[in-house]
């Protein structure tokens, strides 16, 4: 695990926002490209960006937008990237291994998902909830963010889809809130 880095212990703590310095540059990296307007290359799964430099720096990263990958401007990993290469995978990474290369980008896949939804209880935590509702918010946040470090295994294993679901049902019943402080 890279020095510095603050390991996350509770889900107050969690981080969800990019630290591209902690993370192994994994969005320049695992995803497919196709040429669009997000895009000015096609890339494959797993191949390096050619603007990606051998310290994990984006060669173009303010002319991005100019030189045709806004997509990368838009991409949001939401803090998954850094705690999956320091937390899932202790500091190893691509570089290292490139075996590592699929299975981070596995990982990668279900945790920015999982930090997906708990952006968005975060957002509703901020509602006037009753108790209830406070209850069963608590109890989506630990299914997210567990006490355990998730593992590689844990994240495949992990019904990211029912929690998904889980946690759209939850918010689609909070709407009397919103409709009532709008
Ligand atoms: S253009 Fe820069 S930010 Fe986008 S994928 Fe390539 S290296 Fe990463």
């Known amino acids: 695990m890279k020095r510095g880095y603050q390991l996350t212990k509770t889900a107050d703590e969690l981080v969800l926002e990019p630290q591209?310095?902690?993370?192994?540059?994994?969005?320049?990296?695992?995803?497919v490209f196709d040429k669009s307007e997000s895009f000015a290359i096609d890339k494959a799964a797993g191949e390096v960006c050619p603007n990606l430099d051998t310290c994990g720096k984006c060669t173009i990263f303010r002319e991005r937008e100019t030189l045709g990958f806004?997509?990368?401007?838009?991409y949001d990993c939401h803090?998954?990237?850094?705690?999956?290469?320091?937390?899932?995978?202790g500091g190893r990474s691509w570089r290292d291994d490139p075996i590592l290369m699929n299975r981070?980008?596995?990982?990668?896949?279900?945790?920015?998902?999982?930090?997906?939804?708990?952006?968005l209880l975060g957002a509703a935590a901020k509602l006037p909830l009753d108790p209830d509702e406070r209850l069963e918010l608590s109890g989506l946040r630990q299914i997210l963010a567990p006490e355990t470090d998730w593992s590689e295994e844990s994240l495949k294993a992990f019904p990211v889809a029912r929690a998904t679901r889980q946690v759209a049902d939850f918010l689609s019943r909070l709407r009397r809130h919103v409709q009532l402080s709008g």
Do not use: K, P, W, Y
Not at 70 to 74: E, F
Not at 79 to 89: D, K, M, N, S, Y
Not at 104 to 119: N, P, T, Y
């Open 20 to 31: 591209c310095e902690n993370c192994a540059a994994l969005c320049c990296v695992v995803f």
């Open 70 to 74: 806004r997509g990368c401007i838009a």
């Open 79 to 89: 803090g998954a990237g850094q705690r999956v290469t320091q937390e899932v995978f």
């Open 104 to 119: 981070m980008g596995d990982a990668l896949s279900v945790l920015r998902q999982i930090h997906e939804q708990l952006l």
